[in-house]
């Protein structure tokens, strides 16, 4: 892994602070094409403007995206991840923290763009980012790894647009083995989602 993040452009203060800006409003924009109501005329004018912003910003591509500068956690910073990434505007907005016991956690609230069945979350969204908090928990023991199993038991429905809360820690390491657990709970406290998964850590190159 170490070796596809030296590849990577690294991005910093205002490059990926303008990025972020941009993909927090495409993200805006995503929630109102959901959510629109205008007429198929205004909405044809719309998707006009948009294939002309589109191809201004494929007039210049990188090969790869970008990373940010490693966090002080010491975990590097895929800024453009599908789960945790401000540059990516179909992330959910899920700000994950570590604290010092190397428990991951991050409290959120899920707009109608990650709807499942009516008025709650698709249970594939609840696995993704079950995987990621899993993933970086796992990391958080100084042992990263690739995700090889991810047990994922829905209790609940999960509900959108209110405040959610999902917390994970590894439980243990066995040699390039890493096992997590965590849950998803709503607003009441009640766990909606819990998942636990096994990452299994790179092999070391000789010389490497």
Known sequence: MREAFVDRDILTGDDEAGMAALAAEVRALTEAVVR?????????????EVAALTARLKATRRVHPPYGTVGESGMERQIANPVTGHLNPIAPPVDFKVSEEGIVRAEFTLPTVYEGPPTFVHGGVSAMIMDQVLGMAAAATGTAGMTATLETRYRRPTPLGVPLTVEAKASRVEGRKIYADGTICGPDGRVTVEASAMFIAPQTRPGA
């Open 36 to 48: 629109t109501g205008v007429a198929s005329a205004e909405a044809a004018s719309v998707a006009a």
